[in-house]
């Protein structure tokens, strides 16, 4: 191979550091659920309901002067943020607006969100000129907001819950605590992430926490495979000695395909415009963690629980 990450015959003693990693990632995770708590996260639109328009332009767009136009609408709590491409070649604002009321019982909600986001692209179109692109526009409304909260989260839980399954199904039962605990352990952190940093959190980001749990899932399938093959090949190995020489079997693997994988979604992050850089971060992120956990949490956490050496033999009798 031309290129060679990790060495083919690698020794690391990843259970040496069991507990120091360990300690690490409940702090991580308490640390997490603490500012998920506390904080709460920053939704988008998509969750909270409400207006969001994003404008772009090749002059120069005064930031005050869209501020008091907007404002001057009459439309409620409004929030008006400069954003601008890679390049720097392309300037632009994001306009937020509070969800609309409706005047009358006859006039809908949904109807006022949309003539409250006409009102706005107007107002804009006269300040700015008809030469600006409306690269964003999102309305929705209460009930639509509530729906995808509950939809998101049924998803998220869902995802977890087959993924579960597959592995109990797949492995022993020893197998799925440490699959359940890895789970919990990225799901967690990334939550907690979005909580400290307050990027927004939408539909998107949904997507992308219902990828990590596949990737990570799937990193630690292929570390429990090899453990498994060894635990009937090696019978009076040591059970730490044993993990150790499957994570390093998989070590290559794991890291070539983190690292490919990164690589795609560093380039999105930077080339791929404002509309996806919180996803390309959260699984940027996430990809990190579920490496993580795979290789110093679900692995080491089997020591906890012990696993049997050969599944194919039925237990011997009992001696009477």
Known sequence: MLLKLIPTDTHIPFTRWRVIAFAFSAIMVVSSLTAVALLGFNFGVDFRGG????VASDQPINLGEVRNTVTGLGLGNTKVQEVQDFSGSEKGVVVFLQQQQADGAEVDSEVAQQDASDKVQAALKELLGDNIEFRKIEVVGPTVSAELVRSGALAVALSITM???YIS????WQFGVGAIVALVHDVSITL???AVTRLEFNLPIIAAILTIVG?????TVVVYDRIRENLRKYKKKDLAELIDLSINETLSRTVMTSGTTLLTLIAL????????????FSMI?????????SIFVASPFLMATGVKRDW????APATP
């Open 192 to 194: 907690g992430m979005f």
């Open 312 to 315: 194919s033999k039925a237990p």
């Open 285 to 293: 992120f996430g990809i990190l963690i579920g490496t993580y956990s």
């Open 163 to 165: 993924m579960l399954l």
């Open 169 to 172: 199904l797949r492995f022993e």
């Open 215 to 219: 990737y990570s899932i799937n990193d």
């Open 51 to 54: 207006i969001t328009i994003e």
């Open 269 to 280: 992050f930077v080339i791929g415009g404002q509309v996806l850089q919180g996803f390309s």
